[in-house]
């Protein structure tokens, strides 16, 4: 008599089989810049640039929202000289819109989010904070800062397997 495979949990016990060959959600690396947004498969490799600044034609909901829309930075929100996010609901929605446009708005992946390269060294905990719930809010199951400025391969094979 043979038991059938159980793929995430063993009833039997309370020891996790690894699921990570079964996981449906990708891990995705989203490296910030002043333009453009990066997103990298980090099973694949696979890269994917969407624009980091809003659309002229961005629904905007409410008259705080459009008196910030006016000023120049808050179209890149990502473009500050001192600081990593300058419009958080613009931000979440230029990563929502790239998120989309890679196929990915049906999953909640797991981000990797990294800063600009300029904020790597001193960047603050209510900086990275910020970050974080904005990736959460987009639809990420769980998020990651990444505070060095390129992935070695150490790296990625850290991430492959987490």
Request: zero cysteines.
């Amino acid at each position: 008599f043979r038991q059938p495979e159980r793929f995430f949990m063993n009833f039997r016990s309370t020891q996790a089989i690894p699921s990570n060959r079964f996981r449906l959600s990708p891990t995705i690396l989203i490296a910030l810049s002043d333009t453009t947004v990066t997103l990298t498969n980090v099973r694949t490799r696979e890269q994917f640039t969407a624009s980091a600044i809003l659309a002229p034609n961005t629904q905007i909901r409410s008259d705080w929202e459009i008196t910030a829309y006016r000023y120049s930075e808050n179209l890149q929100p990502f473009a500050h000289p001192r600081t990593p996010v300058t419009n958080s609901h613009a931000a979440e929605m230029i990563l929502r819109s790239a998120l989309k446009d890679y196929g990915l708005s049906q999953f909640a992946p797991t981000i990797i989010l990294r800063p600009q390269p300029r904020f790597l060294v001193d960047i603050t905990d209510a900086e990275l904070s910020t970050l974080r719930e904005i990736a959460l809010k987009v639809g990420a199951a769980r998020v990651a800062m990444y505070l060095k400025p390129e992935f070695s391969e150490r790296d990625w094979a850290y991430f492959e397997n987490a």
